[in-house]
């Protein structure tokens, strides 16, 4: 086509370079450093050329920097698929595609180059001001795009044009958002790096692992309950088990799922909620004690550890319903009692004689030994602190003799210890405790500093018993929340303070408005869509059903955009229409009307003609006459001229 | 091979597309029904990348990255319809179309006429697709398209198929119609390079009129042309400055100088188009001389005269001689 070859504009150039911009400006963060500055360098030139209107640089040496920039990509990445080298590759393009801006074609390429690096964005972040941010480059990008075709108008003009058909194309993209039949990526291998480190609970619990999570107010999942939201002490949300210790390491079992049902009798009231749980990057799905039903794929370990078949990447909402009040585990294993009673040979003597002491008091009666360890750990006066001071290889003996002081892991390690040198079995249960709920949209929030580590015992006729060694020291911790257990001026992340109300506010209503957006946005994933879609009455929709309601809806949305395309019809005088009738009935009786005869000159003709009617013409003629040529026309003249034309017979 | 299949899937689609009586009737209104739309080139591609950019969103769980490639979607929905609306139901009415030589172009006059009240930018009007004419026409406003078309035979030219086309304005899609429209131009025969000198008679190249009416009366002096007779040239003037133009005196009196140009006058064997070429050359020497001429071809009979007039009724003479006439 001639016109996909005519040459860039200067203003077209400016056009580019600015959606270019736009594009390559979020993205800054999220490339190397030479990259960005290479990539700065380009747009400079750029600059520089459409500024002096010097020449384009010769195609060899454009292929050199292409070349060049693809070495430095798979140098910095050791490759060059994959998220982050993708997208840097994308920049090299982009960079250098600005400068052989040779014809209207090239114009197209960078506006689609553009668009790719948005989507680029979308890979990093998801948040509303990401979402604001894209908007505003998919408005310069199509900006870019009508000054490619036509640069005539101002910038202004064209900004305002690509907002107007933005704006038409909402409705499509609200109604494809919506019924656009849903499929559960990955459609292929997920490159490794989609998700980088997340803050968590860990396989594994040392001294320190969880303190280092009371650093992190980022949300770990929020739940919606149906009815009462429980008080605070019994929110415990289940997660990593950890029945191996050496010495100073609890971790979770090796071998993984072992349930696909719920293995024990639920009894006692239950609790119903939707938890919405933030990607974590292992197998973790988190329950409130004890589920009564597990997420789609997912199982239980052999420790009644929920954990899903794949890595939890994406937001992932599942509804639950806990009974806090089972007796789990009332017929356990015999290998998972085993282990609950494994200790590593020798150390913390200390310890070990007071449990024999526990042992030769009370024999095998676990529920006697476990009420004097409660007590035991009542009177040892125990500090709970986000600060513990360092522990030796005797950790145990240090911490309940020596230090007394120490975060949730050492309570919860110790308690065990303590329990299995005793002989009763036990381990330990890592986890959220509490939450907060937030009062602008009903939302419980659980954040990493949530996060916690209590105990399960096992005793007969009662199966796994919790016991929060933490709350027998520091009962604020479960009661309340973080801040009120931790002594005054310890360093608590920022929304775990509770001294400034008006903060606290604003965050509600800005987690609120996160939420809404996850949930909604974000969150639409088949699962929702589905859910939503029944929700209005769509039955049970499948993609065919969906693929219906939105292609009638479409087509209705382009039905009314396309009466508005011919909206500009000429509309033509009624009277004329009238005429036309009138002069086709004379027609049909051989009295042509010829387009360039008045009215009058007409009726005289067709007087003469049809003699008979001359006075009901010449009124006709008359009427017509003073309708279209009269200053004023009276409506009340357009409906008599109907009226007499109606009327009209030969 | 394939270009062939090409081409003839094009006439094909085209003998359909125009398939009312030609030329139409104007003004040709251009209707929804005619209006054709299909992607372009970039269209496609833009097509391609929202392809792409959808399985990546799809891959990697991206609901803004499904939000983009759904509003980008409407958007080229969007672009659909405006650049179709950009074209429907544009009026188009035939304008003047000035008569030309053979062998010169022809500049046909289309009158597009825009009822609406924003403007149409961007159209693309053209006979051949190398030489398409731009035009914008305003809101509520009509614009003139000349259309050039080489005239090489003398007679009326039709003016060809014409297609009117815009991709405004994203350029994603091409919105086209065809209009034949009843449009002619009169196409003089082209005037000999080289003829012989004009055909005097015996009494009227004295410079004695018929009526006894003197020729000389002066009336100014103007330019010498090569037609002119040598006895006119204004050689006092020419005289009084140096290297200057040779001018020729005029004289007042519509038969100062009268001649007859004459079909016969020239070689029985002649071809016909040779001759009416030799008349035409004659004719223009004639009229740029001042002189006054009459006509006498087959058929055809103009009483000597001069002026526009006279030099539009022989040309259009010339142009539609035709051998049946003789």
């Given at each position: ?14 056009w580019?370079?600015a959606g ?15 990259l960005?500055?290479a ?12 500024w002096?209107?010097w ?14 920039g ?17 997208i ?9 595609k600005?400068l ?24 990093f ?6 979402a ?37 194309a ?33 396989e ?8 280092q999570?009371?650093?992190?107010d ?14 605070q002490?019994q ?11 050496d ?14 049902e ?30 009564g ?25 599942y ?9 789990a585990?009332?017929?356990e294993s ?31 009666d676990?529920?006697a ?40 892991e050492h ?8 329990l ?54 520091a ?12 002594p ?22 800005l ?18 869509q ?10 049970e ?42 002069t ?14 008045g ?35 009276s ?11 109606g009327?009209?017979?030969? | 091979?394939?270009a062939?299949?090409r ?21 040709i ?13 970039a ?7 929202l ?11 991206l609901?803004?990255?499904?939000a ?30 000035d ?50 078309v ?8 039709q003016v ?15 919105a086209?119609?065809?209009v034949?429209?009843?449009l ?81 006058a020239?070689?029985?064997?002649m071809?016909v ?5 030799i ?16 006509l ?21 003479a ?9």
């Open positions: 086509m001639a016109r996909a070859n005519r040459p860039v504009s200067r203003r077209q150039a400016w580019l370079l270019a911009l736009a594009a390559f400006l979020p993205l800054t963060q999220q490339i190397p450093l030479w960005a500055l990539a700065g360098a380009a747009f400079a030139w750029r600059a520089a050329l459409t002096r209107q020449h384009l640089p010769p195609k060899w040496l454009l292929v050199l920097l292409v070349i060049a693809t070495v430095g990509v798979f140098l910095q990445y050791r490759s060059i698929i994959g998220r982050t080298p993708g840097a590759l994308l920049v090299v393009f982009l960079a250098l600005l052989e801006l040779r014809a209207a074609r090239d114009a197209i390429v960078t506006a689609l180059l553009c668009y790719f690096l948005v989507l680029g964005q979308f890979l972040t998801q948040t509303i001001p990401t604001l941010l894209s908007s505003l480059t998919v408005l310069i990008t199509t900006a870019t795009m009508l000054a490619a075709s036509d640069d005539r108008p101002p910038p202004l003009m064209q900004l305002r044009r690509a907002g107007l058909m933005l704006a038409q909402m409705p499509f993209m609200l109604l494809l958002f919506l019924l656009f039949p849903r499929v559960q990526g990955p459609l292929w291998g997920l490159p490794q790096d989609r998700y980088t480190a997340v803050s968590g609970i860990s594994t619990m040392s001294p320190g692992s969880i303190a999570l009371s650093q992190s980022a949300i770990a999942f929020r739940v919606q309950f149906k009815g009462q939201v429980p008080p002490s929110l415990y949300w289940r997660g990593p088990v950890m029945p191996s210790f010495g100073r390491t609890w971790s979770v079992r090796q071998t993984l799922a072992a349930y696909t719920i293995p024990y009798a639920v009894s006692g009231p239950s609790v119903d909620y939707e938890l919405t749980l933030e990607p974590n990057g292992k197998f973790w799905v988190f329950s409130l004690e004890m589920p039903n597990l997420p789609a794929d997912s199982a239980l370990t052999a420790d009644y550890q929920p954990i899903t078949r794949q890595i939890v990447r994406n937001r992932l909402r509804t639950q319903r806990a009974w806090p009040e089972t007796l585990g009332l017929n015999r290998a998972v009692l085993r282990d609950a009673l494994a200790l590593p040979a020798g150390g913390n003597p200390r310890v070990r004689a007071l449990a024999d002491d526990w042992r030769r008091r009370h024999g095998d676990g529920a030994i476990l009420a004097t360890a409660q007590e035991f750990f009542n009177r040892q006066l125990l500090i709970y602190t986000l600060n513990p001071p360092l522990l030796g290889p005797d950790m145990i003996d240090e911490f309940l003799f020596d230090t007394k002081r120490g975060f949730c309570f919860a390690a110790a308690f065990v210890y303590a299995r040198a005793a002989g009763v079995p036990a381990r330990v249960v890592a986890g959220y405790q509490g939450g907060e709920v937030n009062p602008v949209d009903g939302y419980l929030v659980v954040r990493q500093y949530d996060a916690h580590a209590w105990t399960e015992a096992w005793i007969a006729g009662r199966g796994w018993v919790r016991i929060d060694p933490t709350a027998i020291s009962p604020s911790r479960i009661n309340s929340n973080l801040a009120a257990a931790v005054a001026g310890e360093e608590l992340p920022f929304l775990a303070r509770t001294d400034m109300s008006w903060v606290r506010e604003l965050r509600y209503r987690d609120a408005v996160t939420n809404g957006w996850n949930q909604w946005v974000l969150g639409y994933n088949p699962q929702k589905r859910d939503f879609l029944a929700g209005l009455g769509l039955g929709p499948d993609w065919r059903s969906m693929t219906a309601a939105l292609a009638v809806l479409c087509g209705l949305v382009l039905l009314s955009l396309t009466g508005w395309v011919l909206r500009n019809r000429m509309r033509v005088d009624p009277a004329v229409l009238a005429w036309r009738k009138f086709r009935h004379l027609e049909a009786h051989g009295v042509a009307w010829h387009n360039w005869e009215p009058q000159a007409f009726a005289e003709r067709a007087a003469a003609q049809v003699p008979a009617h001359a006075q009901v013409i010449h009124d006709i003629a008359a009427l017509y006459a003073r309708l279209r040529y009269a200053p004023r026309p409506p009340q003249d357009l409906l008599t001229l109907r009226q007499r034309i009327e009209f017979r030969l | 091979m394939l062939t299949l081409h003839r899937l094009v006439e094909n689609f085209v003998r359909w597309a125009v398939r009312v009586r030609t030329p139409e009737p104007s003004p209104i251009l209707t929804q029904r005619r209006v054709y739309v299909l992607p372009t080139l269209g496609l591609s833009y097509g391609t990348a392809i792409v950019i959808l399985l990546g969103a799809m891959n990697y769980n609901s803004l990255g499904h983009l490639v759904f509003l980008l979607a409407g958007l080229g929905v969007v672009a659909i319809l405006h650049t179709f609306r950009n074209l429907a139901l544009l009026e188009i009415s035939p304008g003047r179309c008569p030309v030589f053979a062998g010169s172009t022809a500049q046909f006059a289309l009158v597009m006429e825009n009822h609406r009240p924003d403007p149409r930018t961007c159209l693309r009007v053209f006979v051949d697709a190398d030489n398409p004419v731009e035009i914008d026409v305003g809101a509520q406003a009509s614009t003139v398209a000349l259309l050039p080489s005239a090489t035979q003398r007679g009326w030219l060809p198929r014409i297609t009117i086309e815009t991709s405004w304005p994203l350029g994603l899609v091409r086209w119609s065809y034949v429209p009843e002619t131009c009169l196409v003089y025969p082209a005037p000999a390079a080289k003829a012989p000198p004009l055909p005097w008679s015996s009494d009227t190249a004295r410079g004695v009129s018929r009526d006894g009416r003197g020729a000389d009366d002066f009336s100014g002096m103007r330019d010498h042309q090569a037609a002119d007779s040598p006895r006119h040239i204004a050689w006092k003037s020419v005289a009084r400055q140096y290297d200057g133009p040779l001018l020729t005196k005029l004289f007042s009196g519509a038969t100062a100088q009268q001649v007859w140009l004459e079909w016969d020239l070689p029985e064997a071809d188009e040779l001759r009416l070429s008349l035409t050359r004659w004719m223009l020497d004639a009229d740029a001389a001042g002189h006054a001429w009459g006498r071809i087959p058929g055809t009979r103009l009483a000597p005269d001069n002026g526009a007039g006279q030099l539009a009724a022989g040309l259009r010339l142009a539609l001689f035709s051998h049946g006439s003789r």
